[in-house]
């Protein structure tokens, strides 16, 4: 089975300023990663995913991550933050292999709050 | 836009009591899931239909909970009777493929938020 490990619970931070949401996976066969993001009573957007092949992945609202496999890692991040940015981000594994196709894992997500 | 449609958004309900929530995917989508989110956490699965078909239920408490799919497009979860720790975030996802395949964005319902007192 695969699990997700999201090491802050919250980080705030400065408007304009850099922020890095960690993300590690634990999983014994490929998988597939994504970040979600949640704002307040709303469901799930999907912010970006790594499937395959280069391991820096861009998304959305300037979001990117990097997929380092040796390091079971999936770092959310962004060069300069927005008060619009201050919500739940989420980091999810699936796998094609060993578990129900499609079923998402989530992690329990990082609260990110940023001040002006 | 297409969206996830979820109803109602709100539910209060007493404990014991029975309380269903609906969700219409997005056209032509085939996956459906289920998904409970506890206050503090990320969701957990509940239930994956393909098509009307249970895919993955084995998260289910199927005590109390039931869920259904009769004709393969929107979908109901009802609970019955309803406990003090059912209180939570109920999402509902869908995917676009024809076939199950964990590559596949979930696009994500508003949720129904439900408190049991």
């Known amino acids: 089975a695969q699990s997700v490990t999201q090491l802050d619970s919250q980080v705030p931070v400065f408007e304009e300023a850099p922020v890095e949401l960690r993300c590690n996976y634990s999983?014994?066969?490929?998988?597939?990663l994504f970040w979600y993001v949640q704002y307040p009573n709303q469901g799930l957007q999907l912010l970006l995913k790594?499937?395959?092949?280069?391991?820096l992945v861009k998304g959305i609202n300037g979001f990117e991550a990097e997929f380092n496999k040796s390091q079971t890692s999936f770092h959310l991040r962004k060069p300069s933050v927005h008060i619009s940015d201050t919500a739940e981000y989420f980091c999810?594994?699936?796998?094609?292999?060993?578990?129900?196709?499609?079923?998402?894992?989530f992690g329990r997500g990082t609260q990110l709050t940023v001040w002006p | 836009e297409a969206e996830v449609a979820q109803s109602p958004r709100y539910k209060i309900t007493e404990k014991s009591q029975a309380v269903a929530f609906w969700c219409d995917p997005i056209s032509g989508h085939a996956t459906l899931y289920w998904y409970r989110q506890i206050l503090g956490q990320g969701p957990e699965l509940l239930v994956q239909f393909q098509d009307e078909s249970v895919v993955d239920d084995s998260q289910l408490p199927k005590d109390r909970f039931s869920a259904e799919r009769l004709k393969g497009v929107d979908s109901t979860l009802k609970i019955q009777p309803a406990e003090l720790g059912d209180s939570a975030m109920y999402l509902c996802?869908?995917?676009?493929?024809?076939?199950?395949?964990?590559?596949?964005?979930?696009?994500f319902g508003p949720g129904t938020r439900l408190l049991v007192l």
């Open positions: 996802a869908s995917t676009s493929r024809a076939a199950v395949t964990s590559q596949e964005t979930q696009y």
């Open positions: 790594y499937l395959s092949g280069s391991t």
């Open positions: 999810a594994v699936s796998s094609d292999r060993g578990s129900t196709l499609g079923r998402l894992y």
């Open positions: 999983s014994s066969v490929s998988v597939y």
